[in-house]
Each structure stands twice: as structure tokens, then as C-alpha cells.
């Protein structure tokens, strides 16, 4: 299949966005990603898939654990920043509330849901690689009246990093 029609089948495509963050080596890094999905059900594990571009990528290559964070469509500005800004240049954590989890990963304040997971294996993808995590501590969903943020949602934003 080439490209172009690979591309015009994920066009269709519009799942939700996640930042996920990552703390390791005395620094901190998160970044928005469109690639990630559940891929275990028994036992439960979800992957997502960091760009080796990425300055969140070179820090989880030292991590053992990683968060990740749903987002409601309201939250365009934090997108925005952990999509559009890059932390080679700034730190992204100065200008949110966050926590560190059980393990040191930064947890967002105000995301619609999170969970840690301990990275179990990494994929390569090619210019991405897989994060395969084992779910270590999960927040109960907060209600929301607003949808969950998604792909098309976002369009907007300038990567602060080429994918």
C-alpha cells in the first residue's frame, strides 16, 4: 500500500489525543500523541507511540514508567502547549498544576482521566516507537459534560517537533 493511501484511510481516523508525561534522570518531559490504544485486554496493557524526534522520547528512553493523560475538549491550551511547544526549549510543567505519582511521573491537574503504567517493552515503529505499559495506578474518570479531546479537534496546533 503506498503512502498516500495510507494517508487518505487514517484522514477517516479521529481518535482521542493524550498527553502523556514522563520524569526520569532528574528531568521531566510530556508531550500530546495521537498514536495510543488499549492492546491487552487480559492482562491489561495499553501502548503508546513516542516520535524518536521527540524531546518526551529521549527522556522515556531512561524511564520505567510513563503517564498518560485524557484531555476534554475544553482543554485546547494545555493540547496546545504539550503539542505545540517542545521541551528542548521550555518547561512545560512550570505553567501547570501537576503532582508526581507514586513512582515520579508528573500527573496533570484537571485531566478528564490518567493512569501510570510501567513500561513493560518498546516497539519499534519505525520513526515512532511503541511504549507497551502495564497499568500501576489509574484515576477514576471525573464527569464531564464536555466529549473527550480528539484528533480533529486540534488540527491547529503547530508541533513543536517535526513527527
Known amino acids: 500500500m503506498a503512502d498516500t493511501e495510507l494517508d487518505a484511510f487514517a484522514e477517516v481516523l479521529d481518535g482521542p489525543l493524550y ?41 522515556a528512553a531512561g524511564a520505567t514508567h510513563l503517564a498518560v493523560h485524557l484531555l476534554d475538549h475544553g482543554q485546547l491550551a494545555l493540547a496546545e502547549l504539550f503539542g505545540g511547544e517542545t521541551g528542548d526549549q521550555v518547561d512545560k510543567f512550570a505553567r501547570v498544576d501537576w503532582r508526581p505519582s507514586a513512582d515520579g511521573s508528573p500527573l496533570l491537574a484537571g485531566a478528564r482521566a490518567w493512569f501510570v503504567g510501567r513500561i513493560e517493552t518498546r516497539v519499534d515503529g519505525g520513526d515512532h516507537v511503541g511504549f507497551v505499559l502495564e497499568p500501576t495506578e489509574v484515576s477514576p474518570p471525573v464527569p464531564s459534560a464536555h466529549a473527550l479531546l480528539r484528533l480533529s479537534d486540534a488540527t491547529q496546533i503547530a508541533p513543536g517537533h517535526p513527527a
Open 19 to 59: 498527553v502523556v508525561t514522563v520524569a526520569a534522570g532528574g528531568e521531566r518531559s510530556g508531550c500530546l500523541v495521537g498514536f495510543a490504544s488499549q492492546c491487552s485486554i487480559r492482562p491489561p496493557r495499553f501502548t503508546v507511540w513516542l516520535s524518536r524526534l521527540n524531546h518526551t522520547f529521549g527522556v
